[in-house]
């Protein structure tokens, strides 16, 4: 079977065609340190959708756009990213993987690449994320761990903290914990779990949920932050809900925060 894509005009524009186009199913990983992000900016190349772009695009020998299955900010990490391609190249997926492997920055890993359907949408496809924000809370270093962990030495009442947790648990309006003010679209998410878990000197905020808004997961985990430190009552985060975005707590550091499990 040829495969093939055409054009077709969307609302105006010039839009491509996936139909009967192979389907490429990335798994990836990456620290986000020097990055400016996933998504790809006019302003920069140095984002990891451009990298892969750009690397695939030689590979194949092809234009490619690579969908995610979100966007993490600017250096924010990803364990387990999921990333899908159109392309017409007939490459086995095996030839693919390796060199992808052999020509992408040592910071950029690929697990695997294999066919899926046509229908597969990184993004629209994905039923849950899961983020865990790292915060190591002590004066000892922390130093083979420095460029993942946000540190914050001041004294916590974790139990506060995870009484707190408890209340973005459910579906709600998360408006005060997007940091985009121009946000058209609904601002309603679904979190299906959130602990706190504490690792020697370490605190993991582990929260699950649909969909993230924009600085979202670190805006939630700088409201906590404030609960045990008694800035903030354990019982002020149900009236931030539907709220705006100066009535949540601080925005904690990108380096903490690291995209560790997508599902579909």
């Known amino acids: 079977m040829e495969i093939s894509c055409s054009l077709q005009i969307v609302n105006g524009k010039q839009e491509r065609n996936w139909n009967n ?18 998504q790809r900016l006019s302003t920069t190349d140095n984002t990891i959708q451009c990298k892969l772009e750009t690397t695939l695009g030689r590979i194949l020998g092809e234009e490619i756009e690579v969908i995610g299955s979100g966007r993490t900010d600017a250096g924010t990490h990803a364990a387990c990213q999921v990333a899908n391609v159109h392309c017409n190249s007939l490459m086995p997926c095996e030839e693919i993987l390796s060199l992808l492997r052999t020509y992408l920055p040592e910071d950029i890993g690929v697990y695997s690449c294999r066919n899926v359907s046509e229908r597969f949408h990184a993004r629209l496809n994905a039923k849950t994320k899961t983020y865990v ?21 001041e004294p916590l009442d974790v139990e506060a903290m995870r ?24 601002t309603v998410r679904h979190i299906s779990s959130f602990s706190i878990d504490k690792v020697g000197n370490e605190l993991r905020f582990v929260v699950t949920g649909n969909g993230f808004l924009h600085h979202m997961v670190r805006i939630m985990v700088g409201t906590l932050l404030e609960i045990g430190k008694g800035i903030r009552p354990i019982g002020s985060i149900e009236e931030l809900f539907g709220g705006k975005r100066e009535q949540a707590g601080v925005l904690v550091p990108a380096c903490g925060l690291c995209l560790t499990e997508v599902t579909y």
Do not use: Q
């Open 21 to 38: 186009m192979r389907n490429l199913r990335l798994d990836l990983c990456y620290d986000g340190t020097r990055y400016k992000g996933w």
């Open 133 to 153: 924000y790292r915060l190591w809370n002590s004066y000892e270093p922390c130093v083979f761990d420095r460029k993942y962990v946000y540190r914050d030495p």
């Open 163 to 186: 009484e707190g947790a408890i209340a973005f648990v459910g579906t709600h309006d998360f408006s005060a914990f997007c940091a985009n003010k121009n946000m058209k679209k609904s």
